[in-house]
């Protein structure tokens, strides 16, 4: 696919529009990373207050039982939803650079050559990576909950018998 008509660049309206698109491309890609931050500060904050509920409710080991699997969900959507920003993201970044090619300077290009340069002290570490692992922790404690209280359940019940 031929994302821009050469032919359009050869006046100066030309080249002025293709800078406004760049633009506004730019701040779409701006709002979708503002659009990604309120989604992962949503789960985070759903996901700690179900923790607290739990926390409450300790007794109950059904409820408990049921809010750690409703916490499972809820962070198997969280992560869902950081892959499905990852890849608009990158989509975006990636016509961003294709539009630089026809402007003077290449700023988004130069800034991902110079973070992915394999630098043994300086290791690059995409957000995306570290944000897909935060929903795995909550998986991991809400996984825990519920080995822990069936085992319990299961341990109690063959001590009474």
Same mark, same amino acid.
């Given at each position: 696919?031929?994302?821009?008509? %050469? ?5 100066? /309206? ?6 406004? #698109?760049?633009?506004?491309? @730019?701040? =779409? ?9 309120? @989604?992962? %500060? ?6 700690? /207050?179900?923790?607290? &509920?739990?926390?409450? +409710?300790? =007794? ?8 750690? +699997? ?8 969280? +992560? ?6 990852? #890849? ?9 650079? *294709?539009?630089?090619?026809?402007? !003077?300077?290449?700023?988004?290009? /130069? ?14 570490? !995409? &957000? ?7 929903? +795995? @922790? ?5 996984? @825990?909950?519920? $080995?822990?209280?069936?085992? =319990?359940? $299961? *341990?109690? %019940?063959?001590? &009474?018998?």
């Amino acid at each position: 696919m031929k994302l821009i008509n %050469t032919n359009n660049l050869t006046t100066d /309206a030309g080249k002025n529009n293709l800078l406004e #698109q760049y633009k506004t491309y @730019v701040e =779409s890609a701006d709002k979708i990373s503002d659009r990604r931050i309120n @989604v992962n %500060t949503f789960f985070i904050t759903l996901n700690s /207050a179900l923790i607290t &509920v739990m926390t409450i +409710f300790f =007794s109950n080991t059904y409820l408990l039982l049921l809010l750690a +699997f409703l916490g499972i969900i809820f962070s198997i959507l969280w +992560f869902l939803n950081i892959k499905n920003y990852k #890849q608009i993201n990158s989509c975006k970044f990636d016509i961003i650079q *294709q539009i630089e090619k026809y402007l !003077p300077i290449n700023l988004y290009k /130069a800034e991902w050559d110079i973070l992915t340069k394999n630098k043994s002290d300086k290791k690059y570490i !995409p &957000v995306s990576k570290l944000e897909m692992f935060l929903p +795995f @922790v909550f998986i991991l404690i809400y996984t @825990v909950i519920i $080995i822990y209280f069936l085992f =319990s359940k $299961i *341990q109690i %019940t063959i001590t &009474v018998k």
